[in-house]
Every structure is written in structure tokens, then in C-alpha cells.
């Protein structure tokens, strides 16, 4: 801090692969304030929920301090050496091949590299990989078959510039938030700019866009082969480039000949009108970018349906230009700078190649090290498997959360917990996988350490420490440095991050002369201080010559002919279960939670948005199944059962459920979905398809339904179901149990820890309330029925800590001087949805005029989408809706 007050250091949001600029400025009482970075490329100042509540989520309750052996306090010499000799005596005994680190998009790109080159340099085997594996290496294998490097070829500008923007199997609007704002911003200034979503069910994106293409699940590959054929009938074809910069056409037109309009309907379910308009205005828009995630990535088609779309783009040309081009968005902080310096089990370092001599040998010679593997290492499932076969005897997890995010997750958990030796380092001192962990490392968090990530759009950023990192945590590299010393190896005596960037950027450039994409040889020899200043460049970076922005427009990619390759793509109808299992399962995230909530669940403010696990369902399916609205449903396959809410509306497709990846054993009773999800993967990239699982959905017959808010945690286990959620006072807490309980005084008095509570019971209608004062203050509250629970939600939860009205708090309502709000829809200013109808019926006929009045929608825009939806329904019938019962949808 100085004279003017504490300074805000520049810095990157660690969600997703946006990668927005933060501006974090520790306050003298402790607290952070975050702000968007008006200066950074990415996001100009803006952020979204998640971004802006970064500062609730840097506090140390949760933290690992110290390092643990067997679960006991150890100096970091012993857990360090415990680490070294596990390693060691496993690769002794049972050869390379018998060790494994898995490692995440949250590592920054010089841990990155330190663990890339201790395992494939120095232990000489590449059972390396990262959970990025899980969401976007089909992009990667789409990316080096078409173009002979992973290359993403455009910027986000580009989906500004476009006049025709395809978003297909990405609900930008909610995972890459301030991309998606971008958007439309640039459509309302340009509103000729036409925006096509493609995904089965109707989501806030779809919501934005001029067209909604409800496809039928895993049916993407069919529709992009179709517009191929479409735009070659239609004399699209770009002859030239073609002709001077491709190979490959003639075979991928002729695989994908038979998908004429009338064909792809069948196999997509959409009307034939609905695909020849899409065809049509693709044929007309010269400027069109197609932009794709984990809807298409998640698939054992990923890889072929990513180049089904890529082969669109080289027909016509339009690829490397403003406006147009293929463009896939990243899901994490650091996806990119994973896929960079080669921390996926098939790939080396700087995009160089394992199955390349020379690529080997240039990498062995700037390592000086004793050998570089050179064949493919365990990809992620192929690894767990081995883990669970017991042919890995010593893992090393690292900033993951395996347990909860691998396929068939109770099978990996059960791995995890018999093997000889499990190492895993986190900032959390409590997760899923560390429960099995040998030895536990505390790694420093977001606030504390340096490096530098990768976006979406090849940016690369620096993540600067503003914080002290607290007691003995140590960042990622040391701590692998440490080790790697301690098993003998030289080359890993860094003493400060910015060594390790200038030995990759070093590595960039050997042997490169344009031969190899990445290049960021222009970076390399950075000092102490340079490096701390750099600012956010795009790569490539050559030492000499012009920057390139975009690639590929005049040909020149990465393969041995420098020709990008059009790659066919058959496809076979999938065999969809009949019977049991008949629904299909869709997983994804949620507007305000990031994977396995470890940080996003300890901020308050993104707590009411979605509180607890659910499952969207059509109401035909949920009336098929005899599941009312608000129902604790059991979803289940032949890996496993969860418990979830039912979340019953129109805006799900038939025939398929969508359930979040968020919800963990740490925070809720049996709702972790990766449970169902199969280990079944695209063969080219070995990416699970976490988006169609079959599965079976079932009343769970819950006897008793209860809402909970206390001061504190409550004691687990509640019940057969749960799901906790923090508030600034306390937490809430929805649950259900297969059993009444005989005495629900009794059981209201466990769940809070206090007797003589304040009580309400409603025989007839089977309800219970009870209210737990101190000194005139709301300590506790619970509600009990047979039936979902039907209370103000957020209002009770804003009771929490203050005086007590304890008639309107049994009665389950706001005090009568407080209006209740209803589920909150704006996370940055807490306006819930009860607020928001009552500004439309007053008036506020659009979204900005809803924010004149109230503010939300104003700041992140991450609601705006929702705002929109409240404001249709107000004027239209309602669906389905469980605004007052539990999982209080905003805008369902
Ligand atoms: Fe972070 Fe949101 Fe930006 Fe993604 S869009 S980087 S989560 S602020």
C-alpha cells in the first residue's frame, strides 16, 4: 500500500478459458476487491459473476496449510522425500511405466512445463496427462489432423466481425460469460450480425440467438457433413485455396454425399425447413465463424465432428480471415497453455510431437536430459483404468479433482482408495480425492502465485501473486522441483518462476524457423522484472519478423506439405437404449458454479442461483416417470444411482435430462453425475462423452422434504439427501429423507445444535416450522413437510443473523415490511426474480429498463438472458415452474 491507498495488481481470472484480465487489490482489513482489467484484450473491464466474486473465495478456512502424511501433520522435508522415494522405488521396481502425475487446466504454464519435463524427460515415460483430456482434446486432434498443429486459428474479434455467428453445442452465454457479452454488444450495435445456436435444449444462449436448431443428441456430425454437401451443391467452394492450400476435398465430399437435407432431418430430428434455412444463410455469409465447446467435444464423435465443421470453413475458404474461421473456446483458466507446452499424454512440449524423432531430440537436447518418451502415455481414462487394474503404483494428482470429474467416478474413486501410493497436492484441505491421498501437498492458490496462463484466443497473461502465500504452501513448480531434485535429476534448479518462461520460451524457437506454430522465442531472455511486467501478447511471438494474428488464410499449415487436410467423416446412426435406461444424459455447468466448487461454493453470492443439484426434465418425461415438479428423483444406470431435484420444464428436450458436474460429497448426499457417466471415448482423442449417458429416472420416494438455514455448517450426515449451500451468515441446507421422523421437534433441535426452539405445526397440510433466537436473532430455521418445501427461500436466508420476526419466519415468509424477493437472478446486486416481475408489471418492458430500475443485469450481464425469459413470461402462459419450491429456478 502506499500514500494513495493499496494498489491493485493486474492479474488473470482462474474459471474459464475467457481468461479475462482482474485488477485485485488487498484491502488492510484482509479483503481483496476485485475488478474487471480495463485494459486487458479479453475482457475490457468486464467480468462475470463468477469473476467479480473472486474476493469472496480467497479466505484460508478451507485451506491446506501444511503438508499431511496418512493424514498427519509432516514438515514439507518429510512429504517432499515421502513423495520422492515413492516415485523412485516404483519406477525401480516396476519400471516408468508404473508412475503417473494427472495434472489440470488450473496449473499455471510454467508448472506446466516443470511436470511435462520431469516425467517425459527425466523419468522417460509420458504418463502425463491433464483433465483437460476431459473437455476439449477432441479439439486438439481435430485441430493437428486439419491443420498439422493446434492451431486455433482466429481471435475473439472475430466472432465480433462475423455477420454470421454458429454456436454449436456451447451455451456461451453461461460458461464463457464475458465472450458471449461481447457478442452482444456487437449485435446491438450491428444487428445484421445472425446468430444461430445449435443445441438440444434451450438454454440462455439459444435464448439470445435468431435461430435455435433443437438437434436430437449426437447428431451434430450428420448436420455439419450435410451443410458440406450443401455448400458444394450450392458452387461455395473456394477453387484457389481449395486447389493451392488443401488436400484431401474429393474424399471428404464424397463421405459425406449422402447427407442431403431430407436425410439429415431424419437423423437430427429437426425439420427439413429449419435445416435449409441454416444452410441457407451459411451459403450467404461469407463472414461466418463457427464457434464450438464440450457439446461437441464431449462425444466419441468429437474429434470427426470437429473436423466436420473445420471442413466447411476449408471449403469456402473462410478460415484465417476477419470474421470468419472455425473457433473452439476452452473451458479452463489454463486449457491452452496445457495443450502448449505439451501437458496431454500424446503430445511434447512448444506443439512439438512424441512420435517425432527430430521434434524428440530437440526437446532432449534443450532438456540435457537422460532420455524423452516416445510413444503416447495413459490418457485419462486409459489411466484411471490402469490405476484401478493396479498397474500404477504411485500417482500424483495435482490440482484436480478426480473423484468427482472422471467418468465413472465411483470406479476411480474406489481406485484411488488401493492404491500402493497417492500423492495429491491442492489448496483445499478437504476434497473427494484427497481423502485417499498419501501424502497431501499445499500448493499455493490463485492470490499467491506467478506464472502465466493461455486463453481461448492464444493470449497469454500473467497471473501475478497479491497475496502472501500464508503459512507453508508453496507453488506448484517448487514443490515438483523439490522432488525431482530429490529422485537425482539435475536441470530443475529454478529460482524463480520467470527461469522456467524463458527456458520454454527458449524451446519455442529451437529449430523452429516457422516449421512449428507455436513460437515465443520474441519473450525469451525476459528479466526478473520484464517478465513481472509483461503484458498480455498474443502468439506467435517470433524473435524476428511480423507477429501473425490469424492463421491460415493464405494457406501455410503445420503439416509436411504445408496443405491442410479436409478429413471424412462417416457416421452411424448411435444405438439409442430402449428400455430401462431410455433417457438420455447431458452434463454440463451452471451459471455460478465452477467444477467441483471448491472456491465458487465458499462465495455467498453465487450460492442462490442454483443451490443444489437437479435434474432438467420435459414434463412428458417427468409425467411418464410420475415425478411432480420439485420431486428428489434417482437417476441411475448400471454405474450408479445419484439423487437429484426435479427440475421439470419445457426448455429440456424429450427423451434427455441435463444434471450440473458441480454438486461433490463435500457439499451434497450422492449427487456426484460423473458417477453415470460411461468411460466410453472418441478413439482419436481419447476425450470422454460425458454428454450421452443412458440413464433411468425414478421418484426417489422421499417421505420427508426439509429446508434448513443455521449459523455455521450443519452436521452431516443430515440425509438421504442434501445440498449445502454458503450464505454470508451461515448456510442453507435443502434435504430429504426416505423416513418421517417420529419427533420432528427432536429432529429440527439435532439438525440445529439447540433445544427450546420456536415452533409451527400444520397437521392437516403435514408441516412443521421451527426457529432457533439468541439474544432476539435468527440462529436457525427449519421446515418440514411431506411434500417439497414451499418457503421464501431468500428471504429466510437474509433472516439469518438478524432480529428476529419470529411469526413470519415459522410462516416461511419474509417479515411484512420486506417484500420477498424470490430467487436470485442477478448474483452481482442479489435481485431475485420476485423483484425483477414486479419492475416489469410496473413498467420495465425490457432488460435495460429492468436495470435502470434495479441495477441487475448492469454489471457481469450474466443474467441479462434470464431477465429477458421473466420478462417473455410475464406476458405469456407459464411453464412448468417450481418458483416457490425447492431448486427455485430464476427463470425456468
Ligand atoms: Fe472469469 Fe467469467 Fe471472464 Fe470466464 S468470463 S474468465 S469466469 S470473469
Known amino acids: 500500500m502506499d500514500a494513495a491507498g493499496p494498489t491493485a495488481v493486474a492479474t488473470t481470472c482462474p474459471y474459464c478459458g475467457v481468461g479475462c484480465g482482474v485488477l485485485a487489490t488487498p484491502q488492510p482489513d484482509g479483503a481483496v476487491t476485485i475488478a474487471g482489467d480495463p485494459i486487458h484484450p479479453a475482457n475490457a473491464g468486464r467480468l462475470c459473476s463468477k469473476g467479480a466474486a473472486l474476493g469472496e473465495t480467497v479466505d484460508l478456512k478451507t485451506r491446506l496449510l501444511v503438508p499431511r502424511i496418512e493424514g498427519r501433520r509432516a514438515t514439507w522435508d518429510a512429504a517432499l522425500s515421502r513423495v520422492a522415494r515413492a516415485f523412485s522405488a516404483a519406477i525401480q521396481d516396476h519400471g516408468p511405466e508404473s508412475v503417473a502425475f494427472y495434472v489440470s487446466g488450473q496449473l499455471l504454464t510454467e508448472d506446466y512445463y516443470v511436470a511435462n519435463k520431469l516425467m517425459k524427460g527425466f523419468i522417460g515415460t509420458a504418463n502425463i496427462d491433464t483433465n483437460s483430456r476431459l473437455c476439449m482434446a477432441s479439439s486438439v486432434a481435430g485441430h493437428k489432423r486439419a491443420f498439422g498443429a493446434d492451431t486455433v486459428p482466429g481471435t475473439y474479434e472475430d466472432l465480433e466481425s462475423a455477420d454470421l455467428l454458429i454456436l454449436v453445442g456451447s451455451n456461451l452465454a453461461w460458461c464463457h460469460p464475458v465472450l458471449f457479452q461481447r457478442v452482444m454488444a456487437a449485435k446491438e450495435a450491428r444487428p445484421e450480425l445472425t446468430i444461430i445456436a445449435i443445441d438440444p435444449r434451450a438454454t440462455a444462449t439459444t435464448d439470445a440467438a435468431d435461430l435455435h436448431l433443437p438437434l436430437r443428441p449426437k447428431s451434430d456430425l450428420p448436420l455439419f457433413a450435410g451443410l458440406l454437401t450443401h455448400l458444394s451443391a450450392a458452387g461455395l467452394t473456394a477453387d484457389e485455396y481449395v486447389r493451392d492450400h488443401t488436400t ?308 501455410n499449415f503445420f503439416t509436411p506439405d504445408r496443405r491442410g487436410r479436409f478429413i471424412p467423416t462417416p457416421y452411424q446412426t448411435p444405438t439409442r437404449r430402449t428400455g430401462e435406461h431410455r433417457l438420455t444424459l447431458n452434463t454440463g455447468r451452471i451459471r455460478d458454479q465452477w467444477h467441483t466448487m471448491t472456491r465458487t461454493g465458499l462465495a455467498p453470492t453465487l450460492a442462490l442461483h442454483y443451490g443444489e443439484p437437479f435434474a432438467e426434465i420435459h414434463p412428458d418425461d417427468a409425467r411418464n416417470n410420475a415425478i411432480a415438479p420439485a420431486d428428489i428423483v434417482s437417476v441411475s444406470n448400471e454405474h450408479g444411482t445419484i439423487l437429484v431435484r426435479a427440475l421439470v420444464t419445457e426448455r429440456q428436450r424429450k427423451g434427455s435430462i441435463f444434471v450440473p458436474i458441480h454438486f461433490t460429497d463435500q457439499v451434497s448426499a450422492n449427487a456426484r453425475v460423473d458417477k453415470l457417466v460411461p468411460g466410453v471415448v472418441d478413439p482419436v482423442s481419447g476425450q470422454p462423452a460425458s454428454k450421452f449417458a443412458q440413464v433411468s429416472i425414478a421418484p426417489a420416494g422421499m417421505a420427508l422434504y426439509g429446508y434448513m438455514v443455521r449459523k455455521g455448517q450443519p452436521h452431516q450426515p443430515l440425509a438421504d439427501y442434501f445440498a449445502v449451500a454458503t450464505l454470508p451468515e451461515g448456510t442453507s441446507t435443502e434435504f430429504a429423507s426416505a423416513v418421517l421422523p417420529q419427533n420432528p421437534t427432536r429432529f429440527a433441535e439435532r439438525l440445529l445444535g439447540q433445544s427450546s426452539l420456536a415452533a409451527m405445526e400444520d397437521r392437516g397440510r403435514q408441516t412443521w416450522s421451527f426457529a432457533a433466537i439468541k439474544d432476539g436473532r435468527l440462529t436457525g430455521a427449519v421446515y418440514l413437510a411431506t411434500s417439497p418445501v414451499a418457503v421464501a427461500r431468500t428471504a429466510i436466508a437474509a433472516h439469518l443473523g438478524q432480529p428476529a420476526d419470529v411469526r413470519a419466519i415459522l410462516a416461511g415468509r419474509p417479515p411484512a415490511d420486506r417484500p420477498d424477493p424470490g430467487a436470485i437472478v442477478c448474483a452481482c446486486f442479489q435481485v431475485g426474480a420476485n423483484t425483477i416481475k414486479a419492475a416489469i408489471e410496473a413498467g420495465a418492458d425490457s432488460v435495460d429498463a429492468v436495470g435502470s430500475a434495479l441495477s441487475a443485469g448492469t454489471n457481469c450481464g450474466s443474467c441479462r438472458a434470464e431477465i429477458a425469459r421473466l420478462i417473455k413470461h410475464c406476458h405469456t402462459p407459464s411453464e412448468t415452474t417450481s418458483v416457490d419450491t425447492p431448486i427455485h429456478a430464476p427463470a425456468h
Open 248 to 555: 484431401g476435398a474429393e474424399n471428404a465430399l464424397s463421405a459425406a454425399k449422402p447427407w442431403t437435407a431430407d436425410k439429415v432431418a431424419a437423423e437430427t430430428a429437426l425439420p427439413v425447413s429449419l435445416i435449409r434455412r441454416f444452410y441457407n444463410l451459411v451459403e450467404k455469409t461469407a463472414r461466418t465463424v463457427t464457434v464450438y465447446s464440450q457439446g461437441i467435444n464431449q462425444s466419441d464423435l468429437g474429434s470427426d465432428t470437429v473436423n466436420a465443421i473445420i471442413n466447411t470453413h476449408l471449403l469456402t475458404g473462410r478460415i484465417g480471415v476477419k470474421g470468419a474461421g472455425p473457433f473452439s473456446v476452452t473451458g479452463q483458466p489454463n486449457a491452452m497453455g496445457g495443450r502448449e507446452v505439451g501437458g496431454l499424454a500424446n503430445m511434447l512440449a512448444c506443439h512439438m510431437d512424441l512420435e517425432n524423432a527430430a521434434h524428440r531430440a530437440i526437446v532432449q537436447r534443450h532438456w540435457d536430459s537422460p532420455t524423452v518418451a516416445d510413444r503416447p502415455g495413459l490418457k485419462a481414462v486409459d489411466l484411471f483404468d490402469a490405476v484401478d487394474d493396479g498397474k500404477i503404483k504411485a500417482l500424483w494428482v495435482m490440482a484436480t479433482n478426480p473423484a468427482d470429474s472422471m467418468p465413472e467416478a465411483e470406479r476411480v474413486d474406489r481406485a484411488l482408495s488401493k492404491i500402493p501410493f497417492l500423492a495429491v497436492s491442492d489448496v483445499v484441505a478437504s476434497n473427494d480425492t484427497l481423502r485417499h491421498a498419501t501424502v497431501a501437498l499445499p500448493a499455493a492458490a490463485w492470490g499467491e502465485k506467478d506464472g502465466t496462463v493461455t486463453n481461448s484466443e492464444r493470449v497469454i497473461s500473467r497471473q501475478r501473486a497479491f497475496l502472501p502465500a500464508p503459512n507453508r504452501v508453496r507453488p506448484d513448480w517448487a514443490i515438483m522441483s523439490d522432488v525431482a531434485r530429490r529422485m537425482g535429476y539435475h536441470g530443475f534448479n529454478y529460482g524463480a518462476v520467470h527461469e522456467i518462461f524463458d527456458e520454454y520460451a527458449q524451446l519455442s524457437e529451437a529449430d523452429n524457423q516457422g516449421t512449428r506454430d507455436f513460437d515465443i522465442g520474441g519473450l525469451a531472455g525476459l528479466s526478473a522484472a520484464d517478465y513481472d511486467g509483461l503484458m498480455p501478447a498474443r502468439w506467435p511471438m517470433p524473435r524476428t519478423g511480423r507477429p501473425t494474428t490469424r492463421f491460415f488464410a493464405g494457406g
